[in-house]
């Protein structure tokens, strides 16, 4: 990948500049700390691309109109914090039926509630997974750094518009508003993975066979879109069989691309005995801390780090639960990844939480002295 | 005869045919003059796009040949922002019902009113909520019974075009089911008027609201609409005193005013310029 | 981790801080070194702190928060009195005499600077005020390569203002090699 010099920027910025590489056009969305640097920054760039950046009187608005924007043929994206993106569930809900491409990003901050609006937390993940109703899937990221914002968002994009569903990126407060060298690849040069233009005439918006493209509205097909289970033209159903295929298809397409949606990465030891399973802002203090015992003193360590949160990697754990005796998972709330975790190790390994809500990051000290327990 | 047949094969999806509205619904009668209205207007019919909310009046979406999006309860118009920014050639028709609009919907209806975004917003008011069994909307009117009101509601109702007014929207007109003719000609003229434009259709439920409070059957009801209509050009000739109870139709304010995706699409050019 | 050096720069809103944090993690980016930047949001920083971190490192840098400073600048007494009690002993602590006047604990190597006075008296602009202090904190830590770090001062000064940057920058080494001023523990202050 050529990359040009290295450039120091904000998360929030990574995060637009990311969304404008990979193609988006339309931004709509309302004021909420900590994600306003993404629409000032949209707001900034967008009209120069010939593109529409749009403040919606409220976050309901502004999911819908992205919704709407992306029928018309845009690749959009919305920003919000935990407040917005509890308003923003109900259309949430509405693009992973009509299975309509965006992006929506949730910078998280404390809660619940107003909480503190400009302290870091970890706890939207089960809302992010479970927000909106119904059994649905959903795709959410994760980033740790700077440039992970900029490059996972590109493939927030991408993966939206392949799998013709939302893809939400949970940033943290710590990463979005923290300035970091990064190295970015020179603007252009990136593959835009684009949906074919070529429509067969045969086209239908939910073909039973597969997945199929989106065609935008204004081009004389002349589907249906609604939040109602529908038919392969989009019409709606209430015929038991058919809404069980429907809801069956939803989940299909992710089960299939799997491989494409879960990014994780293991950096320490061969055979671990001790593992740290974490994810966003709390990935840095324990590569800190991973860093140091094993590059450094050679303990039998290792972080398994998850840049894709949801669908949960569970495969990855299970195989990580068979190689080591203890999973630590550190992460900014009351315990929600934690559970999961449990899950898949299936009691082949003891899982052990490490929790903070106190409004401040988890640091390498904390972890450190955990793993120190089960080193002894 | 032959006109009719040719809106009903290429406007109408009639594999979708029979709705599933009531018998004595006025909202097939509005949807039949909105088809009218849009074959009027001389649109490509790829170029229209029909948005509905959530209600009985908005599954009318879905028996129409057009691209159609049936949205979530309350936020057609905001849905509609979003795809005529995205794409400012297409017409977008955005069917909602009273309680769609003026409740749940009430913050995108002013604000796309503000905006003077070039929508066609037709609202089938019925004075209810139809779908859920006739709770009262803010569109009730005061005194009348609903399953939620089972006294009569206390509330006073919006007058839906003053509000468009008060928030900017640049046309407002008025039609009645029992009119049909008119209707059809309100919606020609708010599609071709550039800017947001409002277009309130009363249209009776006798089901869910006529029968609770002794309206009668649609025929009666429409006769009553009728009766207490009165056109704009006859109520300005009328004494105040006699306009109390009359529902005033026809075009009730209509000028111009910068729209809002032709602004914003200049004002990119001009910067790059 | 022995690379890592942390720059706690904390004073008023309006003081440039914020600013002067990213001049010098652009300036550490500019010298190929590994950098993060934070800064304090929130109520505290609309209304009168403001607070933030660099941190410097030739390797990655992991954990992003600053825990043990080797610079901790204070350009006001409130963020002096919230700060010093916080730092390790060895660090290097440089305040503004315009505006702090100690206490200073023998613990602690603080050293003293009429920063805010200077950028006003020497060069009629009490805004510059925070090159000038990267100037003093620059020339004591020797953390950025002197050139790239005007470089890049020029480089993010606001149209038509490099120039004047650069000299508060330059002016802030003058004081430095000067040495702290008499008034290390004294109170010098100049009236706000
Ligand atoms: S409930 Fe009323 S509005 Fe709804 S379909 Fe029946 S008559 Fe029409």
Redesign the pocket.
């Known amino acids: 990948m050529p990359e040009t010099k290295p450039v120091l920027m904000q998360g929030n910025e990574a995060c637009a500049l990311g969304a404008i590489s990979a193609g988006v056009r339309f931004y709509a969305g309302y004021p909420i700390t900590p994600s306003t640097e993404i629409a000032e920054h949209m707001a900034e760039k967008l009209p120069d691309l010939g593109g529409v950046f749009i403040q919606m009187e409220d976050e309901i608005a502004s999911m819908a109109a992205i919704i709407g924007a992306s029928i018309g043929g845009m690749r959009t994206l919305t920003a919000t914090s935990g407040p917005g993106f509890s308003l923003k569930q109900e259309n949430i809900g509405y693009a992973i039926m009509a299975e309509i491409p965006c992006v929506v990003v949730n910078v998280q901050r404390m809660g619940p509630s107003t909480g503190v609006p400009t302290a870091p937390a970890q706890g939207d993940v089960m809302q992010a997974r479970w927000g909106t109703h119904g059994d649905h899937p959903i795709i959410v990221f994760s980033p740790a750094s700077v440039y992970e914002t900029y490059y996972l968002t590109i493939a927030a994009v991408n993966l939206s518009q392949k799998l013709r569903q939302p893809v939400i990126i949970l940033l943290d407060e710590v990463i979005g508003h923290m300035r970091e060298k990064v190295l970015i690849p020179e603007a252009g040069k990136l593959l835009v993975e684009k949906a074919s233009d070529l429509v067969p005439s045969d086209w239908k918006p939910y073909d039973e066979k597969g997945l199929t493209p989106l065609v935008p509205f204004g081009f004389g097909h002349y589907y249906h879109v609604t939040g109602l289970f529908h038919d392969q033209y989009g019409f709606p159903t209430g015929d038991p069989p058919q809404v069980e295929r429907a809801l069956d298809r939803l989940h299909h397409k992710l089960e299939k691309n799997r491989d494409e949606i879960i990014l994780t990465n293991y950096i320490g030891h061969k055979e671990p005995r001790v593992a740290i399973v974490t994810y966003g802002c709390t990935v840095r203090s324990a590569r800190a801390v991973v860093t140091k015992a094993y590059w450094q003193n050679r303990l039998p360590v290792g972080l398994l780090s998850l840049q894709t949160i949801w669908p949960f990697p569970a495969r990855e754990i299970e195989a990580l639960a068979k190689q080591v005796d203890v999973i630590i998972v550190p992460e900014m709330n009351m315990g929600q990844i934690v559970g999961e975790v449990e899950r898949y190790a299936r009691g082949q390994a003891e899982v052990i939480p490490l929790n903070r809500y106190d409004g401040e990051m988890i640091n390498p000290d904390q972890i450190y002295e955990q793993m120190g327990r089960w080193l002894s | 005869m032959a006109l009719i047949e040719h809106l009903t094969q290429e406007y109408l999806r009639t594999k979708k045919l029979p709705h599933?509205?009531?018998p004595?619904?006025?909202?097939g009668i509005v949807t039949a003059a909105l088809i009218r209205a849009i074959e009027r207007t001389g649109y490509d019919q790829r170029d229209v796009v029909i948005v509905s909310g959530i209600g009985?009046?908005s599954r009318a979406a879905g028996y129409l040949n057009f691209n159609t999006l049936h949205t979530t309860h309350g936020r057609a118009l905001a849905f509609a922002t979003g795809l005529k920014m995205a794409r400012p050639e297409l017409k977008l028709f955005v069917i909602m019902g009273d309680g769609d609009c003026s409740a749940i919907g009430g913050n995108h209806f002013i604000h796309a009113a503000r905006r003077n975004i070039d929508l066609n917003a037709v609202i089938i008011n019925?004075h209810?909520y139809?779908?859920t069994g006739g709770q009262h909307s803010p569109l009730t009117p005061t005194g009348m019974k609903a399953t939620t009101a089972p006294r009569g509601t206390l509330e006073r109702p919006f007058d839906l075009l003053v509000l468009a007014r008060g928030a900017g929207a640049t046309f407002a007109a008025r039609g009645i089911a029992a009119q049909p003719r008119q209707l059809e000609q309100l919606i020609v003229r708010g599609a071709t008027h550039k800017g947001f434009s409002v277009v309130e259709a009363l249209?009776?439920?006798?089901?869910?609201?006529g029968r609770r409070n002794k309206l009668g059957g649609a025929v009666e009801m429409l006769r009553s609409m009728k009766d207490s209509s009165i056109s704009v050009e006859r109520a300005a000739e009328t004494e105040d005193a006699e306009l109390k109870d009359k529902t005033i139709t026809g075009v009730i304010y209509s000028f111009d005013a910068p729209e809002y995706a032709e602004e914003y699409y200049r004002s990119i050019s001009d910067n790059k310029g | 981790m022995e690379n890592r050096q942390e720059i706690l720069l904390t004073g008023a809103g309006g003081q440039g801080l914020i600013l002067a944090s990213i001049v010098l993690a652009e300036a550490a980016v500019n010298d190929n070194k590994n950098v993060v930047q934070t800064q304090s949001y929130g109520p505290e920083a609309r209304g009168g702190a403001s607070m933030a971190g660099v941190i410097i490192d030739i390797d990655t840098i992991e954990y992003p928060e600053v825990t043990r400073p080797a610079v901790l600048l204070c350009m006001n007494q409130a963020s002096f009195n919230k700060y010093l009690p916080k730092i390790e002993p060895g660090c290097t602590v440089i305040v503004d005499s315009t505006f702090v006047s100690g206490p200073f604990h023998k613990d602690y190597k603080v050293q003293s600077f009429p920063i805010t006075r200077m950028a006003k008296e020497k060069l009629g602009r009490d805004v510059v005020a925070n090159m000038l202090a990267l100037g003093v904190i620059n020339a004591a830590t020797g953390i950025v390569n002197r050139d790239i770090f005007r470089e890049s001062i020029f480089k993010l000064a606001p149209r038509g203002s490099g120039e004047l940057n650069q000299q508060a920058f330059d002016l802030g080494y003058h004081l430095y090699e000067e040495g702290p001023g008499q008034d290390v523990g004294i109170s010098v202050q100049t009236p706000q």
């Open positions: 599933i509205w009531c004595g619904c006025g909202n009985c009046s019925n209810i139809g779908m249209s009776p439920c006798p089901i869910a609201y």
